[in-house]
Structures are given as structure tokens and as C-alpha cells.
């Protein structure tokens, strides 16, 4: 009886520790210092804490506010019209990362990632106006695409965790199965596509 009436709770505890742990601001980062150390180690750290500063930072900053102001109930913002404007003001700040690294000539690899990061939020966002998309998974899947084609085909294995984050978002029942395969869908091809042809 016990057994049975404390299995809910520890999953969605399971669930949201991976959520919350796994958010796309630690995939950003993560994917932002792998890079800017294989392009050029030091300086390219350098650059990309630039990247993580405008991509991962300044949008958890601006989400944290809104939280305590009450616009929102948690950093996932769920409701369309806040989700809507999140991601608007996260596009307007890696716009700014992006054509200030073009203009200091920041390493290509690293404007290629950032180009890659708009493409993704611009699409996630034309698909949010009527769908609520996993943007967790759109940049998890993206930023394993990435590095896989940085570092070589091993680091697809980043896949597991990206499946693992899928299984929480829809545990947690921020998603369905269809937004989950359809977030990792979009972050794969948009990243692949635009990383490839830019760096």
C-alpha cells in the first residue's frame, strides 16, 4: 500500500530533478564551452562565455524575474502568450551576441553555433503560435548534433540524456510523446543544418 502511494510522488520527484538539471541553459552552456575549447581553446572559452552570458544568463535572468513578479509560474513557462514573449526577448539577446561576434570576428564555429541557436528559437517560435513544442528537447537534441559534428559520431551517445529529458517533460506532463518527438526533430535538423553550412 505504502509502495503504491509513494511511486507517484518519487517519479515526478525523478522527473523533476532531470527537468530541472537537464534545463537548455545547462545544455547552452555546455555546448557553447565544448565548442569554443575545440576551436580554439582558451580564446575560444573566452568567446564562448560571451555566448553563454547572452544565451543562457541573460534569458534566466529575465525568467527569474518574471517568476517573482508572478507573470509565470516557473522557468518552463508554460502559458503560450508568456512562453510567446520569453522567447522574444531570448531572440532579441542572441541576435545581439550574434552580430556582436561578427563584428569582433569571434571564431566561425562559434557564430555558427549561435546562428544555429536563432534558426531554433525563430522556428520554435513560429511553431508555438499554435503548438506547444518541446523547447527542452529542440535544444538538448540540437546541441548533441552539434557537438557530434565538432567532436565525431560518439557524441551522439548525448542522445541517451536528450531520451532521458523527453521521458521527464512527459512524466512531468509539461508534454505529450508528440511535442517531445517533435522538439528533437526540429533541434536536430535546424541545429544540423545550420551549424554545417555556417562553420
Do not use: E
Amino acid at each position: 500500500m505504502s509502495l503504491t502511494s509513494t511511486a507517484p510522488t518519487t517519479r515526478q520527484d525523478i522527473a523533476r530533478t532531470i527537468s530541472d538539471r537537464l534545463h537548455p541553459k545547462t545544455w547552452i552552456v555546455i555546448v557553447c564551452l565544448a565548442i569554443g575549447w575545440h576551436v580554439d581553446r582558451w580564446s575560444g572559452l573566452t568567446w564562448s562565455l560571451v555566448a553563454v552570458v547572452f544565451a543562457a544568463v541573460i534569458p534566466i535572468l529575465f525568467i527569474d524575474h518574471g517568476i517573482k513578479k508572478g507573470r509565470w509560474g516557473d522557468r518552463n513557462v508554460g502559458a503560450k502568450r508568456a512562453r510567446l514573449l520569453v522567447m522574444a526577448v531570448i531572440l532579441t539577446s542572441v541576435l545581439t551576441c550574434l552580430t556582436l561576434m561578427a563584428t569582433l570576428h569571434a571564431p566561425r564555429a562559434l557564430i555558427a553555433l549561435v546562428a544555429s541557436m536563432i534558426a531554433t528559437l525563430a522556428a520554435l517560435a513560429l511553431v508555438t503560435l499554435t503548438w506547444k513544442i518541446s523547447v527542452h528537447q529542440a535544444v538538448s537534441a540540437g546541441a548533441v548534433i552539434m557537438l557530434a559534428q565538432t567532436y565525431g559520431p560518439w557524441a551522439l551517445c548525448g542522445y541517451a540524456l536528450v531520451a532521458v529529458v523527453g521521458w521527464s517533460r512527459v512524466a512531468l506532463r509539461d508534454h505529450t510523446p508528440a511535442q517531445v518527438i517533435a522538439g528533437t526533430i526540429l533541434g536536430s535538423a535546424v541545429a544540423a543544418a545550420i551549424f554545417a553550412a555556417l562553420r
